[in-house]
Antibody, heavy 126, light 107 residues
Framework: EVQLVESGGGLVQPGRSLRLSCAASGFTFDDYAMHWVRQAPGKGLEWVSGISWNSGSIGYADSVKGRFTISRDNAKNSLYLQMNSLRAEDTALYYC???????????????????WGQGTTVTVSS | DIQMTQSPSSLSASVGDRVTITCQASQDISNYLNWYQQKPGKAPKLLIYDASNLETGVPSRFSGSGSGTDFTFTISSLQPEDIATYYCQQYDNPLLTFGGGTKVEIK
Protein backbone atom coordinates (compact mmCIF):
# COMPACT_ATOMS: atom_id res chain seq x y z
CA GLU A 1 0.00 0.00 0.00
CA VAL A 2 1.28 3.43 -0.95
CA GLN A 3 1.52 5.52 2.20
CA LEU A 4 2.82 8.88 3.37
CA VAL A 5 3.03 9.67 7.08
CA GLU A 6 3.87 13.18 8.25
CA SER A 7 5.28 14.07 11.65
CA GLY A 8 6.91 16.95 13.47
CA GLY A 9 4.05 19.40 13.77
CA GLY A 10 3.18 21.21 16.95
CA LEU A 11 2.80 24.53 18.72
CA VAL A 12 5.67 26.95 18.20
CA GLN A 13 6.24 30.62 19.00
CA PRO A 14 6.56 33.21 16.24
CA GLY A 15 10.10 33.50 14.98
CA ARG A 16 11.05 29.97 16.02
CA SER A 17 11.76 26.93 13.84
CA LEU A 18 10.20 23.55 13.22
CA ARG A 19 11.15 20.58 11.05
CA LEU A 20 8.50 18.41 9.42
CA SER A 21 9.18 14.88 8.22
CA CYS A 22 7.33 12.59 5.85
CA ALA A 23 7.96 8.84 5.73
CA ALA A 24 7.08 7.19 2.43
CA SER A 25 6.35 3.53 1.76
CA GLY A 26 4.78 1.31 -0.87
CA PHE A 27 6.41 2.91 -3.92
CA THR A 28 9.88 3.62 -5.30
CA PHE A 29 10.47 6.90 -3.49
CA ASP A 30 13.46 8.05 -5.52
CA ASP A 31 11.48 7.80 -8.76
CA TYR A 32 9.16 10.68 -7.86
CA ALA A 33 9.16 14.36 -7.11
CA MET A 34 7.54 15.24 -3.79
CA HIS A 35 5.61 18.20 -2.43
CA TRP A 36 4.47 19.98 0.70
CA VAL A 37 0.98 21.51 0.54
CA ARG A 38 -0.67 23.34 3.41
CA GLN A 39 -4.19 24.32 4.40
CA ALA A 40 -4.86 27.05 6.93
CA PRO A 41 -7.92 26.50 9.16
CA GLY A 42 -11.07 26.93 7.07
CA LYS A 43 -9.08 27.95 3.99
CA GLY A 44 -8.06 26.45 0.67
CA LEU A 45 -5.02 24.51 -0.43
CA GLU A 46 -1.66 26.22 -0.89
CA TRP A 47 1.32 24.58 -2.56
CA VAL A 48 4.34 25.28 -0.36
CA SER A 49 7.29 23.56 -2.00
CA GLY A 50 8.35 20.81 -4.36
CA ILE A 51 11.54 18.81 -4.91
CA SER A 52 12.46 16.67 -7.89
CA TRP A 53 13.45 13.02 -7.55
CA ASN A 54 17.18 13.80 -7.31
CA SER A 55 16.87 17.18 -5.51
CA GLY A 56 18.11 18.84 -8.67
CA SER A 57 15.04 21.06 -8.96
CA ILE A 58 13.44 22.78 -5.99
CA GLY A 59 10.62 25.29 -5.91
CA TYR A 60 8.95 27.41 -3.25
CA ALA A 61 5.85 29.51 -3.00
CA ASP A 62 6.65 33.20 -2.63
CA SER A 63 5.05 33.16 0.82
CA VAL A 64 7.76 30.84 2.22
CA LYS A 65 10.78 31.53 0.01
CA GLY A 66 13.86 32.31 2.08
CA ARG A 67 12.32 30.88 5.27
CA PHE A 68 11.51 27.26 4.42
CA THR A 69 13.84 24.59 3.03
CA ILE A 70 12.70 21.34 1.47
CA SER A 71 14.97 18.32 1.32
CA ARG A 72 14.80 14.58 0.87
CA ASP A 73 16.83 11.50 1.80
CA ASN A 74 16.18 8.84 -0.80
CA ALA A 75 18.09 6.24 1.22
CA LYS A 76 15.59 6.73 4.06
CA ASN A 77 12.51 7.23 1.86
CA SER A 78 11.93 10.50 3.64
CA LEU A 79 10.95 14.07 2.82
CA TYR A 80 11.58 17.06 5.07
CA LEU A 81 10.54 20.68 5.47
CA GLN A 82 12.70 22.93 7.62
CA MET A 83 10.62 25.93 8.61
CA ASN A 84 12.42 28.96 10.06
CA SER A 85 11.21 32.39 11.14
CA LEU A 86 7.70 31.07 11.56
CA ARG A 87 4.78 33.47 11.45
CA ALA A 88 1.18 33.27 12.61
CA GLU A 89 0.11 32.96 8.97
CA ASP A 90 2.08 29.72 8.67
CA THR A 91 -0.46 28.06 10.96
CA ALA A 92 -1.92 25.23 8.91
CA LEU A 93 -2.27 21.53 8.33
CA TYR A 94 0.78 20.49 6.30
CA TYR A 95 0.40 17.66 3.81
CA CYS A 96 3.16 15.65 2.20
CA UNK A 97 2.26 14.51 -1.31
CA UNK A 98 3.75 12.37 -4.08
CA UNK A 99 3.98 13.71 -7.60
CA UNK A 100 1.81 12.16 -10.29
CA UNK A 101 4.55 11.21 -12.74
CA UNK A 102 7.87 9.47 -12.24
CA UNK A 103 11.31 10.67 -13.21
CA UNK A 104 11.17 8.89 -16.55
CA UNK A 105 8.42 11.22 -17.74
CA UNK A 106 9.83 13.81 -20.07
CA UNK A 107 9.25 17.50 -19.73
CA UNK A 108 8.37 19.10 -16.43
CA UNK A 109 9.76 18.59 -12.94
CA UNK A 110 6.32 18.67 -11.26
CA UNK A 111 2.85 17.68 -12.39
CA UNK A 112 0.64 17.50 -9.33
CA UNK A 113 -0.18 15.16 -6.47
CA UNK A 114 -1.74 11.72 -6.61
CA UNK A 115 -0.98 10.41 -3.11
CA TRP A 116 -1.38 12.48 0.05
CA GLY A 117 -0.60 11.92 3.70
CA GLN A 118 -3.08 12.76 6.45
CA GLY A 119 -1.16 15.88 7.42
CA THR A 120 0.56 17.30 10.47
CA THR A 121 -0.68 20.45 12.20
CA VAL A 122 1.56 23.44 12.76
CA THR A 123 0.34 26.19 15.06
CA VAL A 124 2.37 29.38 15.36
CA SER A 125 1.32 31.36 18.40
CA SER A 126 2.77 33.04 21.46
CA ASP B 1 3.19 33.82 -10.81
CA ILE B 2 0.16 32.20 -12.42
CA GLN B 3 -3.12 32.93 -10.65
CA MET B 4 -6.05 30.53 -10.83
CA THR B 5 -9.53 31.99 -10.53
CA GLN B 6 -12.15 29.39 -9.70
CA SER B 7 -15.90 29.96 -9.75
CA PRO B 8 -18.31 29.78 -8.17
CA SER B 9 -16.89 29.66 -4.65
CA SER B 10 -19.90 27.62 -3.59
CA LEU B 11 -22.98 26.08 -5.11
CA SER B 12 -26.05 24.16 -4.05
CA ALA B 13 -27.63 21.61 -6.36
CA SER B 14 -30.05 18.71 -6.24
CA VAL B 15 -29.17 15.05 -6.54
CA GLY B 16 -29.05 14.18 -10.22
CA ASP B 17 -28.23 17.72 -11.34
CA ARG B 18 -25.40 18.56 -13.68
CA VAL B 19 -22.78 20.66 -11.88
CA THR B 20 -20.17 22.80 -13.61
CA ILE B 21 -17.16 24.57 -12.09
CA THR B 22 -14.83 26.82 -14.01
CA CYS B 23 -11.19 27.70 -13.53
CA GLN B 24 -9.38 30.50 -15.34
CA ALA B 25 -5.62 30.86 -15.49
CA SER B 26 -3.95 34.28 -15.59
CA GLN B 27 -1.87 33.10 -18.57
CA ASP B 28 -1.78 30.24 -21.06
CA ILE B 29 -1.03 26.95 -19.27
CA SER B 30 -1.80 24.59 -22.17
CA ASN B 31 -3.48 21.56 -20.54
CA TYR B 32 -1.37 21.71 -17.37
CA LEU B 33 -4.33 21.46 -15.03
CA ASN B 34 -5.58 18.98 -12.44
CA TRP B 35 -8.78 18.76 -10.40
CA TYR B 36 -9.06 17.52 -6.81
CA GLN B 37 -11.89 16.64 -4.45
CA GLN B 38 -11.56 17.24 -0.72
CA LYS B 39 -14.15 15.93 1.70
CA PRO B 40 -14.35 17.43 5.20
CA GLY B 41 -11.54 16.27 7.45
CA LYS B 42 -9.85 14.33 4.65
CA ALA B 43 -6.85 14.80 2.42
CA PRO B 44 -7.49 15.90 -1.18
CA LYS B 45 -8.01 13.28 -3.86
CA LEU B 46 -6.90 13.59 -7.47
CA LEU B 47 -9.84 13.25 -9.89
CA ILE B 48 -8.70 14.67 -13.24
CA TYR B 49 -5.17 15.20 -14.58
CA ASP B 50 -3.93 16.95 -17.72
CA ALA B 51 -7.24 18.85 -17.85
CA SER B 52 -9.36 15.97 -19.12
CA ASN B 53 -7.96 12.58 -18.08
CA LEU B 54 -9.87 10.65 -15.44
CA GLU B 55 -7.74 9.21 -12.67
CA THR B 56 -8.01 5.45 -12.27
CA GLY B 57 -10.96 4.42 -10.12
CA VAL B 58 -12.77 7.76 -10.36
CA PRO B 59 -16.43 7.51 -11.45
CA SER B 60 -17.16 8.50 -15.02
CA ARG B 61 -19.70 11.14 -13.95
CA PHE B 62 -16.68 13.36 -13.31
CA SER B 63 -15.07 15.03 -16.32
CA GLY B 64 -12.83 17.92 -17.26
CA SER B 65 -12.18 19.98 -20.35
CA GLY B 66 -10.38 23.04 -21.59
CA SER B 67 -6.95 24.31 -22.54
CA GLY B 68 -5.05 27.56 -22.58
CA THR B 69 -6.64 29.74 -19.91
CA ASP B 70 -10.18 28.40 -19.52
CA PHE B 71 -11.10 25.08 -17.95
CA THR B 72 -14.29 23.35 -16.87
CA PHE B 73 -14.99 20.57 -14.38
CA THR B 74 -18.33 18.78 -14.59
CA ILE B 75 -20.27 16.32 -12.47
CA SER B 76 -22.85 14.93 -14.87
CA SER B 77 -25.26 13.70 -12.20
CA LEU B 78 -24.60 14.91 -8.66
CA GLN B 79 -24.61 12.19 -6.01
CA PRO B 80 -24.81 12.61 -2.21
CA GLU B 81 -21.26 11.32 -1.84
CA ASP B 82 -20.00 14.15 -4.08
CA ILE B 83 -20.46 16.70 -1.31
CA ALA B 84 -16.99 18.19 -1.03
CA THR B 85 -14.80 21.11 -2.00
CA TYR B 86 -13.22 20.92 -5.44
CA TYR B 87 -9.94 22.57 -6.42
CA CYS B 88 -8.19 23.17 -9.71
CA GLN B 89 -4.39 23.22 -9.74
CA GLN B 90 -1.99 24.33 -12.47
CA TYR B 91 1.47 22.88 -12.97
CA ASP B 92 3.15 25.27 -15.37
CA ASN B 93 6.48 24.89 -13.56
CA PRO B 94 8.35 25.90 -11.56
CA LEU B 95 5.55 27.02 -9.26
CA LEU B 96 2.28 25.22 -8.73
CA THR B 97 -0.89 27.02 -7.68
CA PHE B 98 -4.39 26.02 -6.65
CA GLY B 99 -7.66 27.73 -7.33
CA GLY B 100 -9.63 29.04 -4.39
CA GLY B 101 -11.97 26.06 -4.27
CA THR B 102 -15.67 25.41 -4.88
CA LYS B 103 -17.79 24.02 -2.09
CA VAL B 104 -20.56 21.79 -3.44
CA GLU B 105 -23.62 21.19 -1.30
CA ILE B 106 -26.89 19.34 -1.76
CA LYS B 107 -30.03 21.46 -2.08
Amino acid sequence: EVQLVESGGGLVQPGRSLRLSCAASGFTFDDYAMHWVRQAPGKGLEWVSGISWNSGSIGYADSVKGRFTISRDNAKNSLYLQMNSLRAEDTALYYCAKDIRGRYSSGLDYYGMDVWGQGTTVTVSS
Amino acid sequence: DIQMTQSPSSLSASVGDRVTITCQASQDISNYLNWYQQKPGKAPKLLIYDASNLETGVPSRFSGSGSGTDFTFTISSLQPEDIATYYCQQYDNPLLTFGGGTKVEIK
